[in-house]
């Protein structure tokens, strides 16, 4: 697996589309039922998960906060919620996933701390040290280009600063391999079309996890772009990872 892998998996195979104007076209079509879907297939661990990404961040106190890939905005509400900075910004390819997460930051009452706009990951629009730390949950897979993408993360981080990212990996030990495989493979895809009404997009999930890199990989790509300190913890039988970095 090597992050060049992870760029060809796209969504929809035979499309003329760049891999980034799929996904923004992917998740604007799954946004009303990606929040459900979310919780439904992890059998809400995937709230859990996010807690323990989030605690990670909590003895560096962060002023301002970046969530990369943000989509319905659960991550910056959760951070807020946590960690009380002063301001979170999110920040999404698509728009349709922001509408949701703005209807949902409204509701929390974070609207004064938290914005969500429309921004590619691999241009962020700040300029160099913005932030005293940065998220990503289960989006840098979808990078059209992973190195890019973590070192534009890298590049706003301010000196001292810790980015933590959450992402699915694939678990090596008997039983758990096998039976995330056969969940992977062929339940998720049905239950994304069934539930979803979009197999393609559930199709796509369990390929961009198997050729994502993982573990020491993910780790030695996150120094490539410039990152320190590098550590990687892995959840749930190693079904997902969380990747803590600073700069």
Not at 80 to 87: G, N, S, W
Not at 119 to 137: K, R, V
Not at 187 to 210: D, E, F, M, Q, W
Request: hydrophobic residues 40%; charged residues 25%.
């Amino acid at each position: 697996m090597t992050s060049k892998d992870v760029q060809k998996v796209v969504p929809f195979e035979g499309s003329k589309l760049s891999k980034k104007e799929q996904m923004a076209s992917m998740f604007n079509d799954i946004a009303g039922r990606y929040d459900f879907m979310n919780h439904f297939m992890s059998l809400g661990i995937d709230v859990w998960w996010r807690k323990v990404a989030l605690r990670k961040l909590k003895p560096l106190a962060p002023k301002t906060l970046l969530d990369v890939a943000t989509g319905t905005g659960d991550v910056a509400i959760m951070a807020q919620k946590m960690l009380h900075p002063d301001q979170i910004t999110g920040i999404d390819i698509s728009e349709g996933m922001l509408e949701i997460g703005r209807e949902k930051v409204a509701k929390a009452g974070f609207s004064d701390k938290i914005t969500l706009q429309t921004g590619d990951s691999e241009t962020i629009s700040f300029p160099d040290a913005t932030f005293d730390a940065i998220t990503a949950a289960f989006g840098v897979r979808n990078f059209e280009n992973l190195e890019k993408g973590l070192g534009e993360m890298c590049r706003v981080l301010k000196p001292g600063g810790m980015a933590v990212i959450l992402e699915f990996s694939n678990p090596t030990a008997f039983p758990v391999k096998q039976l995330y495989n056969f969940y992977f493979r062929y339940i998720t895809p049905a239950i994304g079309k069934l539930v979803a009404r979009n197999k393609a997009a559930y199709s796509y999930l369990p390929s961009s996890v198997k050729e994502m890199p993982q573990g020491q990989e993910m780790c030695d790509i996150l120094k490539k772009v410039g990152f320190q300190d590098v550590t990687c913890k892995t959840l749930t039988f190693g079904i997902c990872s969380v990747y803590c970095a600073t700069r």
